[in-house]
């Protein structure tokens, strides 16, 4: 079973399913107002802590990047040494 990050799991099913009917079987559109609110709070909340978590692994592999070209180009310097 392969796991494709972007795929929701069963858990996230779940939720969503749960979230659904509440918003399908809600009759008071104060709840909902609320609701709304909460899960736009939330998804901001989410694409934050993605768009950190994208630039800490970019700073990261950049970073790794750097060490392999200063090992590569030290390598280098001794082979003509020699």
Do not use: H, Y
């Not at 060490?67 to 040494?81: F, G, P």
Request: proline share 1%; with cysteine; hydrophobic share 40%.
């Amino acid at each position: 079973m392969s796991m494709n990050p972007i795929e929701r799991g069963l858990e996230q099913s779940f939720e969503l399913e749960k979230w659904g009917r509440f918003i399908r079987e809600c009759d008071d559109i104060d709840t909902l107002r609320e609701t709304a609110l909460s899960l736009v709070q939330q998804l901001a909340q989410l694409k934050a802590s993605s768009a950190w978590m994208a630039t800490r692994a970019s700073e990261s592999e950049n970073a790794k990047l750097e060490m392999l070209a200063e090992l590569i180009k030290q390598k280098n310097v001794n082979q003509e040494n020699v």
